[in-house]
């Protein structure tokens, strides 16, 4: 049974360009949820999506970010218009389909992007 | 909003003493969840504490949840050096995780 798998693992991006990052969870999940991580720093919320459905983004950033989880194929996390501050590890999580805070999230390797 | 800590930031421990982090919420949990992050890694989960006053141990790590549900703690017993890592606690927030800002533990062989 495959992980939670994401790409690319490794993204370089130049200042103004869009950043797209995968995300296919495990076999059976519906939940997602995508968090950033800064060097040495903890994990940020971004956002929780199910099938079709963002259920809650209130750790997304207003402008420049969005999310998708499509009912066929990977969710996707899109960073329009990348600044050097958006460099940072983007980690995808996936849980069964109960109450996220109560099922134990498995996560992906992360994608770590860099804007240069 | 509701925020999690955790002390010590860091941790430097010689090879077989203890370790311990302490995760403080700002608000009562319904349950407190355990993750440790390899250096380069990603996070991992390693237990869910659900009771009041709930102890649990796998092998050299023992976790607690305190009776007030807003606080946890988790014990290494004679470090190693594949304990090196972040340890992170996370609490529910409606339909989400918050997590904790994170322990760092170095351990010296």
């Known amino acids: 049974n495959a992980g939670v798998m994401q790409n690319p693992r490794h993204l370089v991006r130049r200042r103004g360009q869009e950043a797209r990052l995968r995300c296919s969870p495990m076999k059976g999940h519906s939940h997602v949820y995508w968090y950033r991580q800064l060097p040495e720093e903890g994990l940020k919320f971004m956002v929780y999506l199910q099938k079709e459905n963002i259920i809650d983004e209130s750790g997304m950033p207003k402008e420049r970010f969005s999310a998708e989880f499509p009912k066929e194929g990977p969710s996707i996390l899109r960073i329009q218009q990348v600044v050097r501050g958006d460099s940072a590890a983007y980690f995808c999580a996936s849980s069964l389909q109960t109450s996220g805070g109560w099922n134990e999230q498995f996560f992906g390797p992360g994608t770590r992007l860099t804007v240069l | 909003g509701q925020q999690v800590m955790q002390i010590p930031q860091y941790q430097h421990v010689q090879e077989g003493e203890d370790f311990t982090t302490y995760c403080n919420s700002s608000t009562t949990l319904s349950n407190i969840q355990w993750y440790k992050q390899r250096p380069g890694g990603h996070p991992v989960f390693l237990i869910q504490?659900?009771?009041?006053?709930e102890v649990k141990k796998q092998k050299r790590l023992t976790f607690q949840f305190g009776e007030a549900k807003k606080n946890s703690s988790l014990h290494i017993t004679a470090t190693q050096t594949t304990d090196v890592g972040t340890y992170f606690c996370a609490g529910p927030n409606t339909d989400k995780l918050i997590f904790g800002t994170g322990t760092r533990l170095q351990v010296f062989p």
């Open positions: 504490l659900v009771k009041s006053g």
